[in-house]
């Protein structure tokens, strides 16, 4: 069980680094770094843009399920709600699994597309609007599986989350503590 709550976790963080590296594209202009988009701004010179936590504008309502795990006996989590939310992501995870898997196909034919010398328009318009349309699939797959997450916790449960949340060292705070911490 704790093996398929750690897998749960892992397809769980890099579909949020996905969906964070669609809204970027809405939110900023410049492309996020689909499989496509990145060989572009390799060739073009560009650095690479990693997604932010600060991209996702929801983040501050919402709450994901690795925090929650990581306190549950801090927000006094009751075993039914374990149940249901370990359900919803199971659930949310064969829908990611399945739409990573033709996102990743037709960011490969988008890919192969623009490496022709003279791609068409049209063909490559047609292409990108179907890459867009599994990204929206997939951030509205990730948003429901997080508003039901909130729905199954009480008003104190998300305050008391909230306040962890806050309270955490950022991503690249933790990195830098592990690191000195280790001896590097």
Same mark, same amino acid.
């Given at each position: 069980?704790?093996?398929v #709550?750690?897998?749960? =976790?892992?397809?769980?963080?890099?579909?949020?680094?996905?969906?964070?590296?669609?809204?970027?594209?809405?939110?900023?202009g $410049? +492309?996020?770094?689909t499989?496509?988009?990145?060989?572009? &701004?390799?060739?073009?010179?560009?650095? $690479?843009r990693?997604? &932010?936590?600060?991209?996702?504008?929801?983040? @501050?309502?919402?709450?994901?399920?690795?925090?929650?795990? &990581?306190?549950?006996?801090?927000?006094n989590?009751? /075993?039914?709600?374990?149940?249901?939310?370990?359900?919803?992501?199971?659930?949310?995870?064969?829908?990611?699994?399945?739409?990573?898997?033709?996102?990743?196909?037709?960011?490969?034919?988008? #890919?192969r597309?623009?490496?022709? +010398?003279n791609?068409?328009?049209?063909a490559?318009?047609?292409?990108?609007?179907?890459?867009?349309?599994? /990204?929206?699939?997939?951030? &509205?797959? @990730?948003?429901?599986?997080?508003?039901? =997450?909130? #729905?199954?916790?009480?008003?104190?449960?998300?305050?008391?989350?909230?306040?962890?949340?806050?309270? /955490? $060292?950022? +991503?690249?705070a933790?990195?830098?503590i592990?690191?000195?911490?280790?001896?590097?």
């Open positions: 069980m704790r093996l #709550n750690s897998l749960l =976790i892992a397809a769980v963080c890099a579909t949020t680094a996905q969906g964070q590296q669609a809204q970027a594209i809405r939110r900023s $410049p +492309p996020a770094d499989a496509a988009t990145g060989q572009m &701004r390799h060739e073009l010179g560009a650095a $690479p990693a997604p &932010r936590a600060a991209d996702d504008a929801y983040s @501050q309502f919402l709450y994901a399920p690795e925090l929650v795990m &990581r306190n549950q006996a801090g927000i989590l009751q /075993e039914t709600q374990r149940t249901k939310i370990v359900s919803e992501m199971a659930q949310a995870q064969v829908k990611f699994t399945e739409i990573q898997w033709s996102l990743s196909g037709e960011e490969e034919k988008l #890919n597309l623009l490496q022709e +010398p791609p068409t328009e049209q490559v318009l047609a292409q990108m609007d179907r890459v867009l349309s599994l /990204e929206q699939t997939l951030k &509205r797959t @990730q948003m429901t599986m997080l508003v039901r =997450i909130k #729905n199954l916790l009480t008003q104190e449960q998300q305050t008391a989350l909230s306040r962890l949340r806050r309270d /955490e $060292p950022a +991503p690249e933790a990195l830098m592990q690191r000195r911490g280790g001896g590097g």
